[in-house]
């Protein structure tokens, strides 16, 4: 299940309805750490995912369930 919390403050309109959302999916030795910040009044928004597969990152050394955009620890 999604962790999905108000963290407010859209860099678009300004909106107090943004929201930070969390999703942790793991099977077998595959993990995905995926944030999105969505603002429920204009659309504006912004995703990062991590997975342990990706070569290209060091995912050891990420903070992967940390969001990349307010800080907030994410909750699996």
């Excluded at 995912?59 to 907030?72: I, K, N």
Aim: aromatic share 10%; with cysteine; proline share 1%.
């Amino acid at each position: 299940m999604a962790d999905i919390q108000i963290v407010g403050g859209c860099k678009k309109c300004g909106s107090d309805s943004m929201t930070c959302k969390y999703n942790f999916f793991a099977q077998g030795e595959l993990e995905i750490h995926s944030w999105e910040h969505k603002c429920l009044d204009c659309g504006y928004r912004l995703t990062t995912a991590y997975r342990n597969d990706d070569e290209d990152l060091d995912f050891a050394s990420e903070t992967v369930d940390q969001c990349p955009y307010c800080g907030r620890q994410g909750n699996k």
